[in-house]
């Protein structure tokens, strides 16, 4: 039998409550150790989470979970988390289709508070529920851990500026993983931090504070001369005490994030402050794990890794690194394009520009509204400016697309990686919302390449054939086979004939080559199917509307919401035009969760709508009379 370790005897933070500091010790080596393997297997957030073990050890030592709340920002923190509260035995399944959440999921489980995919929400969050704990007379604390460079959003600031006012119980826990903020300035800020953490000084301090007040007529000056000092000693030394406190925080540390007893003993300092405790901690991102703490960026989000080297299974090219290389090629003929990124700079494929044109390459930080508002500005001076951002965190900034960018008819363009089917992370990262947004806003113009060749043709067009916003969007992972015959062109569709007008099955993106493969196999088996390939997929060319028109059975394949989607635009306008035959789209009808790559992966790419579903949607609209039905379905 395999020996017990003290990980696989934590059912709960109660069993965690029981160990003393050099078992928690051990324990928080083996949350390394076993997080190291599980996630060398399944792919996940690894240095971020190796950087929080003793912070999540801590938190659930000194806090009551689940009475007190704790609120994870940047969610993809919370692996630790999950281990100490009972769902080590699944955590083989992390990231898997009815496995568990790369992030807090409150359906998972009830010490997950709060939903946390995209960065800078957990201070607001946490003060909303502080409130609400207030109002309702309930006791407890609620905790924000924050950090992993959040702190760079603006919303974070919001809730810092609400929260401070408040008199509620609330503990902001700032992860210092020098992803963000200014260090300290040595040996006496730490001294000093350690001193004010501890739970006496704290009492001292009151009861003399209690006791130079009572002294008549010098004691309130007294008291109010030393308040002066030592705010300005604090101010002297911590460099980032002053500006939370001018929030209304009480400020404590920094703290070491990796000893056990200053964090314990600065949480139950935290406790004992009657107003909004900032708790400031230092921590290493990737700590206890050689590769990962050289190389934080690189572990941050990864696949299947070896453990012994570090190393991944090379990669096959992806629709991202064929980005990154076709913009590097264009903008050194053209020395007006510019490229963005929110902190993403290793996910979107901007290393090798930034290397190239560093004067030409911005990293924001966490702050996708400002970056579009940024890109206006760079266009209103001539330049050419291309934001790359995941699908998921463009919705961020819709408002500076619509009232900083489309009202004054600046170009931009939006590069938006991981549109579609984003099989690991869940219902925060799924890029299938950015396509019914764009579609409001005036000005937009909207192309889904299929393949790697596509790209780099859509992304010319984008950047020198559209005025406004142009949007090009790709999805994560590589191409599919580019089926026979097909020639990739800057026409914005293409128009496959079968001979009779039967059925005709309208898609684009990449799934456009299962959904050709299926047509092929139907017309072997004489059943005529013909396809039309959107590439600009808005606006819509009024030519595909005219040739829908003149089939018995439409179908529309779309790897993205339906409400709001190019299928139901369609729709739309098929009724408009008095069409009479039967019409059904296939999309994604709610938030989707995390897929099987299983059933998702095919050879160098994800998606959604394999050949068999797409032969079965089409034998289905062949054999069935109905007319124009909006037909969805949660999975595609």
């Known amino acids: 039998m395999p020996e017990e370790t003290i990980l696989s005897r934590i059912k709960s933070p109660a069993d965690l409550k029981q160990l003393t500091y050099p078992e928690m010790t051990a324990l928080c080596g083996e949350i390394r150790d076993f997080l190291i393997q599980t996630v060398s297997q399944t792919g996940g957030h690894l240095s971020s989470n190796l950087g929080v073990v003793e912070l999540t050890v801590a938190l659930h030592k000194v806090f009551d979970t689940p009475l007190d709340r704790l609120v994870w920002d940047v969610g993809h923190q919370c692996y630790p988390h999950k281990l100490l509260t009972g769902r080590m035995e699944q955590f083989h399944t992390l990231r898997q289709e009815n496995g568990l959440g790369g992030f807090p999921r409150p359906s998972e489980s009830e010490y997950d508070t709060f939903i946390a995919g995209h960065s800078s929400t957990s201070i607001s969050a946490a003060n909303g529920m502080a409130k609400a704990k207030t109002l309702a007379g309930e006791d407890g604390y609620v905790v924000a851990i924050i950090g992993d460079g959040a702190l760079t959003g603006g919303l974070a600031y919001e809730g810092l500026s609400n929260a401070g006012r408040s008199k509620d119980k609330l503990v902001v826990v700032l992860n210092d993983n020098r992803m963000s903020i200014s260090r300290n300035v040595g040996f006496v800020a730490r001294y000093l931090a350690n001193l004010r953490a501890k739970p006496r000084y704290v009492r001292f301090k009151n009861a003399f504070g209690n006791f130079l007040s009572h002294i008549p007529l010098l004691g309130k000056g007294l008291y109010n001369c030393l308040i002066r000092v030592k705010t300005k000693l604090k101010q002297a030394v911590y460099k980032n005490s002053s500006m939370f406190e001018q929030m209304g925080f009480h400020y404590l540390g920094p703290i070491d994030g990796h000893d056990l007893k200053d964090l314990t003993r600065a949480m139950e300092t935290a406790k004992k402050i009657n107003r909004p405790v900032l708790l400031h901690v230092e921590t290493i991102k990737g700590k206890g794990y050689t590769f990962a703490a050289e190389s934080p960026d690189r572990y941050h989000g990864v696949g299947k890794f070896d453990v012994e080297t570090g190393q991944a299974p090379e990669s096959a090219p992806s629709f991202s690194t064929t980005f990154g290389e076709c913009l ?84 931009i363009v939006l590069a938006i990686d991981r549109a579609g089917i984003v099989p690991d992370d869940g219902e925060t990262h799924q890029g299938i919302f950015d396509v019914p947004f764009l579609t409001t806003i005036p000005h937009v113009t909207i192309y889904a390449p299929f393949n790697f060749a596509e790209l780099e043709i859509n992304l010319k067009q984008a950047l020198y054939d559209v005025k406004g916003i142009a949007a090009v969007r790709y999805p994560k992972g590589g191409e ?34 299962n959904v050709l493969s299926a047509a092929k196999e139907l017309l072997r088996q004489g059943l005529p199917v013909s396809v039309l390939k959107l590439t600009r997929i808005h606006p819509l060319d009024e030519e595909c509307v005219q040739i829908a028109r003149r089939y018995s059975h439409v179908l529309f394949f779309e790897e993205g919401s339906r409400r709001g989607g190019i299928g139901e635009y369609l729709g739309s306008r098929l009724m408009a035009e008095r069409f009479s035959g039967s019409y059904r789209v296939r999309a994604i009808e709610d938030f989707l969760t995390t897929c099987s790559t299983a059933s998702t992966n095919f050879s160098s790419g994800y998606t959604g709508i394999s050949r068999r579903r797409a032969e079965s949607a089409m034998r289905d609209a062949f054999r069935s009379g109905r007319k124009i039905t909006m037909r969805p379905s949660s999975v595609v």
Do not use: W
Request: proline share 6%; aromatic share 12%.
């Open 328 to 411: 590097c090629r264009l903008a050194k003929d053209d020395p007006e394009i510019c490229a963005i990124t929110a902190a993403m700079k290793t996910g979107t494929c901007l290393q090798d520009f930034s290397l190239l044109y560093p004067e030409r390459f911005f990293d924001v930080g966490i702050a996708e509204g400002h970056a579009v508002t940024f890109s206006s500005g760079l266009a209103c001076g001539g330049i050419l400016p291309v934001f790359a951002v995941y699908s998921t965190f463009l919705q961020r900034s819709y408002d500076q697309i619509l009232n900083d960018t489309s009202i004054i008819g600046n170009h």
């Open 480 to 513: 599919l086979p580019c089926p026979a015959g097909y020639v990739p062109n800057f026409k914005p569709y293409t128009y496959l004939r079968s001979g009779k007008k039967a059925v005709l099955l309208i898609t684009y993106g990449r799934i456009f080559a």
